[in-house]
């Protein structure tokens, strides 16, 4: 371990914490959904031009920053997603949302603010970095298809050529001052399930005269989810839900059309490929039985997310070497998603977790909800250890 180097990383994360959380605090209370990130990148490209960092504009509002020599031969990226998500927040402080029925419940505000935090950290420290360090900042994480398809439509790992990628996503369930890993699967793929049951409908007292898509629907669900049991999900990793179902009848009225709407989540391909046929077939029998017609319309959101096992060691062996092994955990797959998979598809790297909870300060809320919030000292965490990360990536990993 390069004590002397962690010593400095230590002292300049310490030193920008106070900038890293005004940014932070800024983005938080100016969130803009995905795709419309528009003062978002402005904000973060003036921001990089006040540092004299090269960058330049992708996927509209994407941005990628550059450190170190662009012609080197070893290249690290670090993801930063920008976008916020349509929820009203119900904090109520100094950063509060200022923007109507949009916030930064995600994260992404952290995940920003950690990675500009890691370009002012590294920046003075460019002829020790042994290679490049591109920064993406990136669109649309929350919303299909994905603001990491388009970054890498537009050649954001290429010119210089990426070797590695590393993102940091916040992480209630643990306290601020300690990480998250997990080697090889992590997270599912995420798809959309829509079911269109139309029938015939008509006068509630006379039954007989319609075909209720009703009963049909209650049929076709109860038989998916006694195929589907929740301990046969949860033993071989994959989901598949409904959330939602909408038959606009009334007492005396059997509606025309029964919609359905549901995900499904899988760790693998050839499950994720198996559920699809076994809903296709499902459907169309349940069609026929009933004489109904029935449409089921999939699509297709992100993969899994596959972390590489070398670079995840790695990457976690130098975790435990700057914060400790009691505050380095492994975690469990989990069955949330991240357009994230799409870089892992091309390129080995990690995608791991940034604790942001503080149970004493009664900061425990989770992510997607209107009172997430996060314990500021992980701002501090968030930039060391991507600062950290990333140069010991450059000057010491060997495949």
């Known amino acids: 371990m390069n004590t002397a180097l962690k010593k400095i990383l230590i002292q300049k994360s310490e030193s920008v914490f106070e900038k890293v959380q005004s940014i932070r605090r800024h983005l938080h209370q100016y969130p803009e959904l995905s795709f419309q990130e528009y003062n978002t990148s402005k904000f973060i490209s003036t921001l990089l031009s006040e540092w004299n960092i090269p960058h330049k504009k992708l996927a509209n509002t994407g941005i990628v920053a550059y450190l170190g020599n662009p012609s080197s031969k070893k290249c690290i990226a670090i993801r930063a997603d920008i976008d916020a998500l349509p929820i009203q927040e119900k904090n109520i402080c100094d950063y509060s949302s200022k923007v109507n029925g949009v916030m930064h419940a995600c994260g992404h505000d952290v995940h920003t603010a950690s990675a500009l935090g890691s370009i002012l950290v590294l920046k003075d420290l460019q002829s020790e970095l042994n290679g490049c360090v591109k920064i ?20 954001a790992l290429e010119k210089p050529k990426v070797h590695s990628i590393i993102a940091q996503h916040v992480f209630p369930d643990l306290e601020a001052g300690k990480l998250g890993f997990k ?6 793929s995420t798809d959309e399930v829509y079911i269109y049951i139309k029938g015939k409908g008509g006068h509630g007292a006379m039954p007989q005269r319609s075909n209720n898509p009703i009963p049909v629907a209650s049929h076709l669900l109860s038989k998916i989810s ?10 071989e990793y994959f ?7 909408i038959a606009n ?33 499902t459907t169309q029998q349940f069609s026929k039985k009933y004489k109904i017609k029935i449409e089921l319309k999939i699509i297709k959101g992100y993969p899994p997310l596959i972390n590489d ?3 995840t060691k790695f990457f976690k062996e130098k975790a435990i070497e700057l914060l400790g092994k009691k505050n380095v955990i492994d975690l469990p797959i989990r069955m949330t998603a991240d357009d994230f998979a799409y ?12 604790g942001t909870g503080n149970k004493r300060k009664g900061i425990t809320h989770n992510v997607h909800t209107p009172y997430f919030d996060i314990d ?12 950290w990360v990333a140069i010991n990536y450059l000057q010491n990993f060997q495949k």
């Open 309 to 311: 096992t070398a670079h």
């Open 376 to 387: 500021e000292n992980a701002l501090y965490y968030g930039t060391l250890s991507l600062s």
């Open 343 to 354: 870089y892992l598809q091309k390129i080995p790297g990690t995608y791991y977790r940034l």
């Open 239 to 245: 989901v598949v839900s409904f959330g939602k179902i």
């Open 249 to 281: 009848g009334a007492t005396n009225v059997i509606p025309e059309t029964v919609e359905i709407a549901g995900t499904i989540r899988t760790l693998n391909e050839q499950k994720r490929k198996s559920i699809h046929q076994y809903l296709e077939k």
């Open 226 to 235: 006694n195929d589907f049991t929740l301990n046969k999900m949860l033993e």
């Open 136 to 155: 993406l900042f990136q669109p649309g994480e929350e919303l299909l298809p994905g603001g990491a398809t388009l970054m890498i439509k537009e050649k």
């Open 183 to 188: 080697s090889g699967p992590y997270m599912a």
